[in-house]
């Protein structure tokens, strides 16, 4: 399969790697140091238990790398929600050749932006991962969680062959990868659970056991799930009765020393994905005439710095 990444940092650049080794005919839009690292070295990739170098192809111009893509290939999109309008052109240009998109971003909404942005609904798929990735240096990323796991299916639903093809191609190259009929609903429980521990860890400026550790941190964490869940039911989402309870054991399962990329992007005076996870909670329940009030307020306080700003 022809692999395309469009956006080759930690999460894509960790599955373009895997991909390659696996025999893939991987290519990497990439820029800057990165692409000149990529070009002269391969890429390095770093997991807890080894690292390799991926030979992959690389260029700055989306063209040069898309002209032979066809049905069976595919684009993954894997960039920061806030940079999503910046990539839909690439992205629209590998699905105009007819390759599927795979967006693997936070959030919910990515499939419907990229359709607004010129993409053609029809070749992009539903998708999701768990994982702790990043770029640590030009040409270098690394996984730093034990879980690797990606999650694809239709938005409309049911069954799919070009989703099991995905889910199959990644699954052979060693990630826990499968394809579901309902990715909505998989969609919204992850996103339930990684907005509300990022509004909470972000607003106390910790991580998630130092937020669990007094009743007002678990009351704020409980406010933030309930909110969440509230505005997901209300889009015509259906989650479980116990979904709350879910999240809740999760978040109490995770290690004390936790901290959602959000408020390490805080913490490194980055910008956050705020606006895609609280920001959308909030939009979401204005639309429905629901309160949000945790996650009113991360929209507002988290944002982080803007690019451009000083």
């Known amino acids: 399969m022809r692999i395309a990444i469009i956006g080759a940092g930690g ?24 692409l000149a690292a990529i070009r002269a070295r391969g890429l390095e990739v770093r997991t807890p238990d080894e690292t390799w170098t991926a030979t992959i192809a690389a260029s700055d111009d989306p ?9 069976d290939d595919l684009a993954v999109v894997a960039v920061k929600t806030y940079s999503l309008d910046e990539v839909a052109p690439a992205a629209a240009l590998f699905a105009r050749r007819g390759a599927t998109v795979l967006p693997l971003l936070n959030g919910v909404d990515a499939a419907e932006r990229l359709a607004a942005r010129g993409v053609p609904a029809e070749r992009v798929l539903g998708g999701l991962t ?4 990043a770029r640590v240096a030009p040409g270098v990323v690394e996984r730093r969680s034990p879980f690797q796991r990606v999650t694809v299916g239709e938005l409309a639903g049911g ?3 070009r ?15 499968r394809a579901v009929d309902d990715v909505a609903l998989e969609l919204w429980q992850k996103f339930v659970f990684i907005a509300s521990m990022a509004a909470v860890c972000g607003l106390v400026r910790a991580p998630i056991g130092a937020v669990r550790a007094t009743p007002l941190g678990r009351r704020l964490i409980e406010r933030a799930v309930r909110e969440a869940a509230a505005v997901g039911r ?9 979904e709350e309870a879910r999240v809740l054991a999760l978040l109490e399962s995770l290690p004390p020393a936790m901290r959602p ?5 805080l913490e490194a005076g980055a910008r956050t994905e705020v606006d895609d996870l609280s920001g959308a909670v909030a939009r979401f329940a204005a ?12 929209a507002v306080a988290l944002v982080g710095r803007r690019v451009g700003d000083a």
């Open 163 to 177: 989703a099991e093809r995905v889910a199959a191609a990644l699954a052979g190259a060693g990630v826990e990868a």
């Open 261 to 265: 990329s959000l408020l390490l992007d």
């Open 11 to 34: 999460v894509g650049g960790y599955y373009g790697g895997l991909l390659a080794r696996a025999g893939h005919d991987v290519r990497a839009v990439a820029r800057g140091e990165h």
């Open 159 to 161: 069954a799919s062959p």
């Open 287 to 298: 639309a429905a005439g629901l309160e949000t009030p945790i996650h009113d307020t991360a």
């Open 234 to 242: 209300a889009r015509g989402v259906a989650l479980p009765a116990g």
């Open 63 to 71: 063209a040069a790398l898309a002209a032979d893509f066809g049905r």
């Open 130 to 133: 768990y994982i702790s990735a």
